[in-house]
């Protein structure tokens, strides 16, 4: 024990105290909604793993509070310094920090109860008006029992600190000619225990992201995965994105003058108008559903212009050349951003990039209908593969949130298939899925799957013993060759599947890419950056040889798959089916920018600075003072439909339509 630092000797039985009343604050929480359980299978299970999800969140938290302790003591302690006073002075600050992370936990509870979220910044929108605030907690009598669970807490809390440090008051005394003796081993130790605290903060050991509100969503069910986080951390979480430049609401038009014009773009008659739900519209078929898995395959960084029908002559894409031939060929097809979350986002739930917002991360994670909850509500399983780290910009917790039912990722792969900081290659991820797509199918359960690649990304890696090689030296070329052949390697083998006949292939991807492409010819945004291929594709189920030169995005995916199955559902997204209805323009953002295409011009506006317009036909020269009715056309289209969707977003109608 003599090796031991003093230092640790204090702070972990502080650690274990703050654990302890955490999860006495959770254990509240449940109880309070303990009726929620009643509809979960195994609730026991889902219990457990909801406390041990909310044991990592709470060292997360704990850890921040003790970094600052552990360091001070530490050097204090190694160096001979280590005193009574100093030793009081970080007890005196414990003691006020837990104190503040106890009041957020008390609050936590009646604010969920309420909001049915966990604690955030919005707590804070009433601290203008101080005086009504008081009143209001003060008449509410639970409120007052809230409070007083807090003062028992933090009353509990300060005597067994107050134990803990006349203990090791009493250790700082005899430091004595020991500690010189063992100061290598302290040495030691102390390296260790602030590397194990490093590991808790960052709550996760996967390299590529450290926990995130999406970690704690488990399962499927929205108050058991609630129920694992940590109030301080989405407080805190949410004041960062709070702050965030790109998370301002946007202002580009008023909102009443957006959703009308939007009501108009969508030929919502105002008798069918819901004012709840502004934009949701019926979509009717006549025939009957048809039972058809769905495969939508969302490619890494593939721009339009690699492939043949974008105009390459480097013969970089046969497979999807070959696809687009014996399919459904989308030419003016655009991504709604030019990050992977964007793409993720706007093909399953069919609403825009916000310029550089992230739509997967913020405050708390929003409800939307889209393809998954169709799709499951018509009695599909529905599933997101990935490459890579599930938790990667929020994904996988987003998903889960939002009626994906299961996550495949980097860990469920073996480690030794693992190539890149990107995780398994394309074509490991397609040979993973055949069993999960075969047990559905034995199941007699239709599958609706979107599979996002992730190969054609830097670290660019071509894997070895695979029968494949690039016709291209540089590795970028290769990278889009492999890719193209793990997708024909992936059809090649689910045509022998016998699930193969009643299947849907969509390919598109999350964005393009630039890195110089001198094919863009606009000097004011990189077009090849949002201008992808998307192709869909199924030969045993009569979809037609065609070439839709409309314009479209990802947004319009969902309807548009749903068109084809002949789907009756209440359509609540900025989404359009392609093949029975037309967009005059189609819009797109690239962070400080937003494009609108239609057929033949390209119009740009950015948030700081002059707007253009462009003719496909001369890309370099700008003809905006020619066609200012034209541009403004295209501009109050996409300010429309943005404006719009922030507004869904404030007033939290992007979900079930009710």
Request: proline share 5%; net charge neutral.
């Amino acid at each position: 024990m003599k090796r031991l630092p003093v230092t640790l000797k204090y702070l972990f039985p502080v650690y274990v105290a703050g654990i302890l009343f955490f999860t006495l604050f959770r254990i509240v929480l449940i109880y309070k909604n303990r009726a929620v359980f009643a509809h979960i299978p195994a609730p026991g299970l889902i219990l457990a793993q909801a406390l041990f999800m909310g044991y990592r969140f709470d060292t997360v938290i704990s850890g921040y509070i003790l970094a600052l302790p552990l360091a001070v003591l530490t050097i204090a302690e190694l160096a001979g310094f280590l005193r009574r006073k100093l030793l009081l002075a970080i007890h005196v600050l414990l003691c006020i920090i837990y104190s503040f992370a106890f009041f957020g936990c008390a609050a936590d509870i009646p604010f969920f109860l309420t909001y049915n979220t966990r604690l955030n910044i919005t707590i804070l929108d009433w601290t203008d008006s101080p005086m009504f605030m008081i009143k209001m907690v003060a008449e509410e009598w639970s409120y007052l029992a809230y409070f007083l669970l807090f003062l028992i807490v933090s009353i509990a809390f300060f005597l067994i600190l107050k134990r803990i440090y006349k203990v090791n008051v009493q250790r700082v005394h005899a430091l004595g000619a020991a500690h010189a003796k063992f100061i290598f081993q302290k040495l030691l130790i102390s390296f260790l225990a602030m590397g194990i605290l490093f590991i808790g903060i960052r709550g996760r050991v996967a390299q590529k992201a450290s926990i995130m509100l999406g970690t704690a969503y488990f399962s499927k069910y929205d108050f058991p995965n609630q129920a694992g986080l940590n109030p301080l951390f989405t407080f805190i979480n949410s004041a960062i994105e709070e702050a965030k430049p790109e998370n301002k609401h946007l202002h580009l038009i008023d909102d009443k003058t957006a959703i009308a014009n939007v009501q108009a773009y969508f030929h919502i008659p105002p008798d069918k108008r819901n004012a709840a739900y502004p934009i949701a519209r019926q979509e009717r078929s006549e025939a009957a559903p048809l039972k058809y898995n769905v495969i939508i395959v969302l490619m890494e960084s593939m721009s339009a212009s690699f492939m043949q029908h974008g105009g390459n002559t480097l013969g970089l894409t046969p497979v999807l050349d070959h696809l687009a031939d014996n399919g459904i060929y989308f030419s003016n097809f655009y991504s709604a951003g030019i990050h992977t979350f964007n793409g993720i986002f706007s093909t399953m739930y069919s609403f825009p990039a916000l310029l550089a917002r992230h739509t997967m991360v913020g405050i708390t994670i929003p409800h939307y209908t889209g393809l998954p909850y169709i799709m499951k509500k018509n009695g599909y399983e529905t599933m997101y593969f990935t490459t890579n780290d599930p938790q990667f910009d929020n994904v996988g917790g987003f998903v889960t949130a939002n009626n994906v039912a299961r996550v495949v990722s980097q860990d469920d792969y073996p480690s030794s298939a693992v190539v890149s900081g990107l995780g398994v290659p394309d074509h490991y991820m397609f040979d993973y899925s055949l069993h999960l797509f075969n047990e559905q199918y034995n199941r007699h359960t239709p599958f609706c799957a979107l599979m996002m690649t992730g190969s054609n990304h830097t670290p660019y890696v071509i894997p070895d013993n695979i029968p494949f090689m690039p016709k291209h030296r540089d590795v970028r070329g290769g990278c889009v060759e492999y890719a193209d052949w793990a997708i024909g390697h992936f059809m090649d083998t689910v045509a022998k599947q016998a699930w193969y006949k009643n299947t849907l292939f969509v390919f598109v991807a999350d964005h393009g890419t630039w890195e110089g492409n001198t094919s863009d010819g606009f000097s004011s945004m990189a077009y090849s950056l949002n201008h992808i291929p998307c192709i869909i594709y199924a030969p045993m189920l009569n979809v037609p040889r065609e070439r839709v030169n409309n314009p479209g995005g990802q947004i319009d995916i969902f309807p548009t798959v749903a068109g084809l199955l002949h789907l009756t559902y209440t359509n609540n997204t900025m989404g359009v089916d392609l093949l029975h209805d037309t967009r005059p323009y189609m819009y797109f953002s690239a962070d400080d920018r937003v494009g609108v295409a239609d057929i033949s011009h390209f119009y740009v506006w950015q948030q700081e600075g002059k707007s253009f317009y462009y003719s496909f036909a001369n890309r370099e020269q700008d003809i905006l003072a020619a066609n200012t009715h034209a541009a403004d056309s295209m501009q109050r289209y996409a300010f429309s439909m943005l404006q719009a969707t922030e507004w869904l977003l404030q007033h939290k109608k992007t979900g079930i339509v009710k």
